[in-house]
């Protein structure tokens, strides 16, 4: 008699709820893994980020999941990183407007924006782009994500950078957060205006989880 062998896929939680976050996680690693969102374990806190790195921040996130559901996960923090305003907003990027004392209204990412072009106006002189952004005056800046894994009893870090820089004047429609304002090196169009194909490609996040996944063997 013939036994059929069935093959179950390992389970690993990722830290997050956002929705186009776990889909393109799950084309990447479905193969080989069941990647679980918070709430579809049950976790419903809102996890602090307290840190002030974005690997702190991700690893908070993922020994949280460890500590309360004893399973294996990881948690990503990113955000944009300008040059002449010293790193910020760093890891305060989804509330620097607040952070900078302005009102935030129902727009949280035009106040985002529209905060840190009035600081970059104030304290930095703008510079010219070279390549496709020639004649384009701009900041240099890049985008960060980092993610934390812990797996089977271990910890690690996975790092994914996208430079470019900040314009003065907002375009296109598509992305969100500080996507109309950034031109990624080697193109000539923010992010907002490359639309989401392109962006996913080249993206901070991207190139984050393509080495978590080189790493788990997808």
């Not at 996680?25 to 080989?32: E, F, Q």
């Not at 969102?37 to 307290?50: F, K, V």
């Not at 009035?118 to 701009?138: D, F, N, V, W």
């Not at 089977?152 to 994914?160: L, T």
Request: charged share 25%; hydrophobic share 40%.
């Amino acid at each position: 008699m013939t036994q059929t062998v069935v093959m179950t896929k390992k389970t690993l939680v990722f830290a997050s709820n956002n929705a186009h976050k776990l889909e393109e996680i799950r084309a990447i690693l479905g193969s080989k893994f069941e990647v679980k969102s918070l709430r579809e374990i049950g976790c419903e806190a809102d996890i602090p980020e307290t840190g002030s790195t974005f690997e702190a921040n991700a690893l908070q996130k993922a020994m949280y999941v460890k500590e309360h559901f004893g399973m294996d996960c990881f948690a990503d923090d990113s955000g944009l990183q300008v040059d002449a305003l010293g790193g910020e907003p760093g890891v305060f990027s989804a509330r620097y407007a607040a952070n900078c004392g302005k009102a935030v209204g129902n727009n949280k990412d035009e106040a985002n924006m529209d905060a840190l072009l009035e600081k970059l106006a104030a304290i930095a002189p703008r510079q010219i782009g070279e390549g496709p952004l020639a004649g384009t005056e701009g900041w240099d800046a890049c985008f960060r994500t980092s993610i934390a894994l812990i797996y089977e009893g271990c910890e690690y870090y996975f790092d994914g950078t996208v430079s470019g820089h900040i314009i003065s004047e907002k375009r296109g429609d598509g992305g969100f957060g500080y996507d109309p304002i950034f031109v990624p090196e080697g193109y000539g169009e923010t992010f907002a205006e490359l639309g989401a194909e392109v962006k996913n490609g080249i993206s901070h996040r991207a190139r984050a989880v393509g080495k978590l996944a080189e790493f788990l063997g997808v």
